[in-house]
């Protein structure tokens, strides 16, 4: 599985210049697009699920052009909304075997043999005959994952599946979608929460202002922010002026004062030590001081 995103741009007719030069290489695994709220997310995923045409640029899967192929990505493709909603009457098998139907499974015995494994996949037969819009956010969030997977994808697009879960029902579906990456499948996962990135991906990219900040593994992105992320020793009194002048990115209370820790290329005239940046530091760092100037 090779997708490459080239030099995509997105301008909406009311000027919008939601993409700007995209240009990302996705291989098999999992692949993290990260990005603060209207980074360009969800317009770069609804133009590769071919719901959205680019203004500029091409996609190519497997070598084929997405655009001049549609058919082709469609068959490959399962894709969860970011904002999915169930048709309300349907108990969550029913909606599974219509999502079966409109998948192209004819064939009811081969229907039911897999909404019974996908329920059971996804931690929901037990729930199946309840109303669909009477499960819980991540009961949801888990029967959209199951609709996205009935005709066996090797290209798994899910937009911020995580948004609004709880810790154990995040940590459920993180797992959920690791199973689901193979030798030949590719999980392409958009979300504004590091740790979802941390804790799945091998590769991502770092979406902001519709430009690509940063891509590559997260280790990297780490290593980049070294020497940007310093922890300062703020008396009382400069506590104020440290929060106005730096990004600051932790703050906890000392016996004499606040260690804050600030995101900055330097800092001067504090007491201050360069501390080793997590991935959360380094996402600061990367979407407050690496964006080139916008070209409208
Ligand atoms: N249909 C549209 N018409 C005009 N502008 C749009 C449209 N959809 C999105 N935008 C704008 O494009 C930019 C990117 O939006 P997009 O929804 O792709 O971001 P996102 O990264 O998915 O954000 P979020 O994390 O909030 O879902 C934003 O400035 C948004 O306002
Ligand atoms: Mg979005």
């Keep these: 599985m090779q997708i490459s995103i080239q030099g995509l ?6 000027g919008n210049h939601a993409l700007n030069d995209v240009n990302i290489e996705i291989k098999e695994g999992m692949f993290g697009l990260l990005g603060p709220n209207g980074a360009g997310k969800s317009s770069l995923i609804r133009i590769l699920v071919s719901l959205m045409k680019p203004s500029s640029g091409r996609i190519m899967v497997n070598g084929i052009d997405a655009a001049k192929d549609r058919a082709y ?6 894709y969860l909304p970011q904002d999915f909603s169930f048709f309300s009457n349907l108990k969550t098998y029913e909606f599974l075997d219509y999502a079966a139907q409109l998948a192209g499974m004819s064939s009811r015995k081969k229907r039911n043999q897999a909404v019974d494994q996908l329920l059971e996949d996804v931690g929901l037969f037990d729930v199946r005959s309840r109303k669909a819009s009477k499960l819980s956010g991540g009961m949801k969030r888990r029967l959209g994952i199951a609709q996205a997977l009935i005709n066996d994808p090797k290209i798994i ?10 810790p154990e029902e995040r940590i459920r579906f993180r797992n959920l979608l690791a199973r689901l990456g193979s030798q030949d499948v590719s999980i392409i996962l958009s979300t504004h929460i590091v740790a979802d990135i941390s804790s799945m991906c091998e590769h991502m990219a770092l979406l902001n202002k519709g430009q690509i900040a940063f891509s590559g593994p997260p280790e990297e992105l780490i ?3 070294k020497g940007h992320v310093w922890s300062i020793y703020a008396t009382e009194k400069e506590y104020i002026e440290v929060n106005q002048k730096y990004e600051v990115v932790a703050t906890v209370m000392m016996k004499d004062g606040w260690k804050i820790t600030v995101v900055a290329d330097e800092v001067i005239g504090y007491a201050a030590e360069a501390v080793q940046p997590n991935l959360e530091h380094a996402y ?4 407050e001081h690496t964006l080139k100037q916008i070209k409208v």
């Design 73 to 78: 990505v469609r068959s490959m493709l399962g």
């Design 223 to 225: 290593r980049q922010a």
């Design 284 to 287: 600061v760092y990367f979407v």
């Design 157 to 166: 697009i899910v937009d911020e599946p995580t948004t609004g879960l709880d």
């Design 9 to 14: 741009h997105k301008k909406y007719p009311n």
